[in-house]
């Protein structure tokens, strides 16, 4: 695995891992992964299931928004140790990020022994309306993965868009790190002032590759309606809904890493199947 820093649109780290089959002798398929709300490119899972699929000769990129709370001058930083950053995160900026990641992929295409040309987005709840809203915005982008995604950016009541313009912030607690996250007010005014181009099911409408949409039945952070809803504005000549039975947000997986689940499991086939 390379792991490599780049900068964003506005100078900060993004911090790129790269998992590949160095002897494999024809170009690959090209998978970039987005971690969500909260999350981190080395959260639970995710190593083990970019590793899987980087076995089965799909190049596997995913990295860390470069807002998102943890010190990126580390190549595996798993601390949110800058919460200014999370602070200042918006959606903007991760759809940015997300654009850098791509143009570096597609000028470092001659050095790597990947198909630029069969690029895939995938993401995970809030990751996964990242990699929507880019597959519309971006043509370059052929396939799509969403991983219990979100279906809308604007969750908040007013009462509590009241209390967030009166403070200035508000405060989102980790549950497993025990950390009061704050989020400016800058984040609810990027929704409110970038809304049609951060409208997922707009986007979704717009989107005209194929798409493999993956949810669970026992999903408490985004229910699987949502999956339900984006299916519903999916071409479905190019559209797989797979909805699991007796799963969560994170298919059954935790952090730290305590091993693999059937679901997640059958996951990582269903997304090695849909990419090759």
Same mark, same amino acid.
């Given at each position: 695995?390379?792991?490599?820093?780049?900068?964003?649109?506005?100078?900060?780290?993004?911090?790129?891992?790269?998992?590949?089959?160095?002897?494999?002798?024809?170009?690959?398929?090209?998978?970039?992964?987005?971690?969500?709300?909260?999350?981190?490119?080395?959260?639970?899972?995710?190593?083990?299931?970019?590793?899987?699929?980087?076995?089965?000769?799909?190049?596997?990129?995913?990295?860390?928004?470069?807002?998102?709370?943890?010190?990126?001058?580390?190549?595996?930083?798993?601390?949110?140790?800058?919460?200014?950053?999370?602070?200042?995160?918006?959606?903007?900026?991760?759809?940015?990020?997300?654009?850098?990641?791509? $143009?570096?992929?597609?000028?470092?295409?001659?050095?790597?022994?990947?198909?630029?040309?069969?690029?895939?987005?995938?993401?995970?709840?809030?990751?996964?309306?990242?990699?929507? @809203?880019?597959?519309?915005?971006?043509?370059?982008?052929?396939?799509?993965?969403?991983?219990?995604?979100?279906?809308?950016?604007?969750?908040?009541?007013?009462?509590?868009?009241?209390?967030? !313009?009166?403070?200035?912030?508000?405060?989102?607690?980790?549950?497993?790190?025990?950390?009061?996250? !704050?989020?400016?007010?800058?984040?609810?005014?990027?929704?409110?002032?970038?809304?049609?181009?951060?409208?997922?099911?707009?986007?979704?409408?717009?989107? $005209?590759?194929?798409?493999?949409?993956?949810?669970?039945?026992?999903?408490?952070?985004?229910?699987?309606?949502?999956?339900?809803?984006?299916?519903? @504005?999916?071409?479905?000549?190019?559209?797989?809904?797979?909805?699991?039975?007796?799963?969560?947000?994170?298919?059954?997986?935790?952090?730290?890493?305590?091993?693999?689940?059937?679901? @997640?499991?059958?996951?990582?086939?269903?997304?090695?199947?849909?990419?090759?």
């Amino acid at each position: 695995m390379d792991n490599i820093k780049i900068k964003s649109k506005n100078g900060n780290i993004i911090n790129i891992d790269l998992r590949y089959s160095k002897s494999a002798k024809d170009k690959l398929p090209l998978l970039i992964f987005c971690h969500g709300f909260k999350g981190f490119k080395d959260w639970g899972c995710f190593p083990y299931m970019l590793d899987k699929i980087a076995n089965e000769n799909i190049f596997t990129v995913s990295f860390n928004f470069s807002l998102n709370g943890v010190n990126n001058e580390k190549a595996n930083p798993i601390d949110f140790e800058r919460l200014d950053d999370f602070a200042r995160n918006t959606f903007s900026e991760e759809l940015d990020d997300l654009g850098c990641v791509i $143009d570096f992929l597609e000028n470092e295409k001659d050095n790597y022994n990947y198909d630029f040309g069969t690029l895939i987005l995938a993401g995970h709840s809030r990751g996964g309306g990242i990699a929507i @809203l880019k597959a519309a915005e971006e043509k370059r982008v052929k396939k799509l993965v969403t991983l219990a995604s979100v279906a809308e950016f604007n969750r908040y009541g007013e009462e509590t868009k009241r209390m967030w !313009r009166e403070r200035g912030y508000i405060e989102a607690m980790n549950t497993r790190t025990k950390q009061k996250m !704050r989020m400016n007010v800058s984040l609810l005014e990027d929704i409110e002032n970038n809304y049609s181009r951060l409208n997922i099911t707009e986007a979704m409408k717009n989107t $005209d590759i194929p798409t493999l949409i993956i949810h669970g039945t026992e999903d408490l952070a985004v229910d699987k309606s949502e999956a339900e809803t984006l299916y519903g @504005l999916c071409k479905k000549d190019k559209a797989k809904l797979i909805i699991l039975e007796n799963t969560g947000h994170t298919f059954g997986a935790v952090h730290p890493f305590a091993g693999t689940t059937p679901h @997640l499991e059958n996951v990582i086939d269903e997304i090695i199947t849909f990419s090759k």
